[in-house]
T-cell receptor, first 117, second 112 residues
């Protein structure tokens, strides 16, 4: 069973640029959540995707957007990068067997370290 | 609003010492509570969870009991090992709210 994978591992961008981060969910998992983890802090929820639709969103501006594909993999896009966007971006997948949202066990990838200069 | 507060680290212990990492929460209703661990260079892994009051989650010698009366979910282990060195995160989740809300994490250092 393949776990959650993320690419790239590290990324360096400059202010104002755009970035796309990718996540492959664990086999059989149809729900993907994205989190931002600043250095020395706990993760902050960005949004969740279920069956290719955004299922909920945290307190992040619209320049953070995402997609989920039919194979349940996902992308996180960030436009107009700011210095404060520098962080570890975590993707987590989980199985959801009913139509009701669940915070059941989430399986995390290793993250993408984004540095904005 | 919902929030999680953890004891600040780093916590430094000798091997075989008793461990407690405090976690308290603020939430309406009946959240699920989690402990995740992040080993150096790795992603977050679920360590244990509890979904209702008085439940005890346990895994790899770690335990935590969901205490509604004190709104706490303290992590304990009777005898720590060097391999337990990691950052530990307490989190809460609500089925109706699909997101996990996290504490700031507590770094644990175990010395041989």
């Amino acid at each position: 069973e393949t776990g959650v994978t993320q690419s790239p591992t590290h990324l360096i961008k400059t202010r104002g640029q755009q970035v796309t981060l990718r996540c492959s969910s664990q086999s059989g998992h149809n729900t993907v959540s994205w989190y931002q983890q600043a250095l020395g802090q706990g993760p902050q929820f960005i949004f969740q995707y279920y069956r290719e639709e955004e299922n909920g969103r945290g307190n992040f501006p619209p320049r953070f957007s995402g997609l989920q594909f039919p194979n349940y993999s996902s992308e996180l896009n960030v436009n107009a990068l700011e210095l404060d966007d520098s962080a570890l971006y975590l993707c987590a997948s989980s199985p959801r067997t009913s139509g009701y949202p669940s915070t059941d066990t989430q399986y995390f990838g290793p993250g993408t370290r984004l540095t904005v200069l | 609003g919902n929030s999680v507060t953890q004891m600040e680290g780093p916590v430094t212990l000798s091997e075989e010492a008793f461990l407690t990492i405090n976690c308290t929460y603020t939430a309406t209703g009946y959240p699920s509570l989690f402990w995740y661990v992040q080993y150096p260079g790795e992603g977050l892994q679920l360590l244990l969870k509890a979904t209702k009051a008085d439940d005890k989650g346990s895994n790899k010698g770690f335990e935590a009991t969901y205490r509604k009366e004190t709104t706490s979910f303290h992590l304990e282990k009777g005898s720590v090992q060097v391999s337990d060195s990691a950052v530990y995160f307490c989190a809460l989740g609500r089925d109706s709210n699909y997101q996990l809300i996290w504490g700031a994490g507590t770094k644990l250092i175990i010395k041989p």
